[in-house]
């Protein structure tokens, strides 16, 4: 029976805890809670009981020996830090999306877990979902042929002025370090990623404030360029509604299109090369056929991260989402804010160590009054 505690009881960390004391997970039981506030402390006893130990340092936790891993749903820049300490004490670690806020500081914490021989997991729920899995598959697979273009539009995280305004870390680059390109796009940063893996350059314009009283970006169109040809356009944001979450992939062989739940592949009945190249008869299209692709509809979303999770700590069994490839999710944001910043086309990966110099910048010249730091948690609100 693998013993978990769950560290910062916001948002995230209550859902994670309450699923775990009721018996979700097989092999796992919630043994401890961590959190800084007094009041989150007081939820835990009230919710979760006094069987479950609370704790109001990481340090207090590990030295408790009452665990033998940890999910860290603390606010962004506390994840490396919590995930170093928990790896140095010995224990597997499943951490929150995103990895962290820089480059530089998740590089550190890939290294601790590559000292460390323990399991080390992220939060990327999306990757339980059958739409992407399938969507994957038909991408690696070659069913879609070469690559031309992705265009993913998801507008569908609208939040309001009282959403920043109900933590004092949210919306800032002291606390958060971003906005909705770390806050609520890691998902699909990871997902275009996986799918699609890493672009060679970025030209990205992110709008800051736009929308909001807040000093973070609200809004992004970003142009990806991969090496072999392949171009990608991301747009997301937090000012609009209704939204729009559409993913678009183009190869030689037709068009994924995932949308409203539903995968549907225009494929194409040779490939578009070939036809470019044999047809003669001047206007022309190859054949293609509407299909709509069929999967599986249950998705166990944080839950079957967890479980994942926890059988690769107790049997083995391989990670859906390795917690050493969140870096390529940060990355992506990482250029995307830099590119905006240097106003240019900015290579991936970037410089770890310009990035840290402009952000800290940012940080220097904020004019938002609300407390925060980046190595301390001052609040557990939640990561989304």
């Known amino acids: 029976m693998l013993r978990i505690g769950v560290v910062g009881i916001g948002n995230m960390g209550r859902v994670h805890a309450q699923y775990l004391a009721a018996g979700e997970i097989g092999g796992a039981t919630l043994a401890a809670v961590c959190d800084v506030s007094p009041a ?48 140095e004490a010995g224990l597997h670690v499943l951490v929150e999306k995103p990895a962290g806020v820089y480059g530089r500081q998740v590089q550190e914490m890939n ?32 069913e879609l042929g070469v690559l031309k273009r992705i265009n993913w539009i998801v507008t569908d995280w609208y939040r309001s002025q009282s959403y920043y305004d109900s933590g004092g870390w949210r919306a800032t680059w002291a606390g958060e ?29 992110c709008s800051f404030g736009k929308y909001h009283q807040i000093e973070v970006e609200d809004d992004v169109t970003a142009y990806l360029e991969y090496d072999s040809g392949t171009t990608g356009v991301f747009i997301t944001s937090t000012g609009e509604t209704p939204g729009t979450n559409r993913l678009e992939a183009c190869g030689t ?90 106003n240019t086309t900015v290579a991936v990966p970037v410089d770890p160590d310009l990035y840290y110099e402009k952000l800290q910048e940012r940080i220097a010249q904020s004019q938002f009054s609300k407390e925060a730091s980046p190595g301390k948690v001052l609040d557990v609100e939640g990561t989304y």
């Not at 609370?54 to 999910?71: N, P, Y």
């Not at 877990?113 to 070659?142: C, E, H, W």
């Open 40 to 87: 989150a402390l007081e939820w835990a006893r009230t919710h979760l009981g006094d069987k479950i130990l609370r704790f109001s340092s990481m340090d207090e936790l590990l030295q408790s020996g009452s665990v033998d891993g940890v999910i860290i749903a603390t606010p962004h820049y506390a994840h490396p830090p919590l995930a170093v300490q928990a790896f």
């Open 111 to 142: 290294g601790a877990y590559q000292r460390s021989n323990k399991v080390f997991g992220i939060m990327f729920n999306q990757r339980t979902n059958p739409l992407f899995q399938k969507v994957r598959d038909l991408v690696a697979s070659g």
């Open 177 to 205: 370090g971003g906005g909705v390109l770390l806050n609520q796009a890691p998902h699909q940063l990871d997902l275009w990623q996986w799918i699609f893996g890493m672009p060679q350059r970025i030209r990205a314009f």
């Open 253 to 342: 062989m037709g068009k994924l299109v995932v949308e409203d739940g539903q995968l549907t592949f225009w494929r194409l009945r040779i490939s578009e090369r070939q036809f470019n190249q044999e047809y003669t008869g001047g206007f022309g299209e190859p054949e293609c056929w509407r299909c709509e692709v069929p999967t599986e509809k249950d998705n166990p979303a944080h839950r079957g991260i967890t479980q994942n999770w926890v059988d690769a700590c107790l049997k083995g069994t391989p990670l859906l989402a390795p917690g050493i490839e969140g870096i390529n999710g940060v990355e992506l944001s990482n250029a995307m804010y830099l590119s905006t910043w240097l």
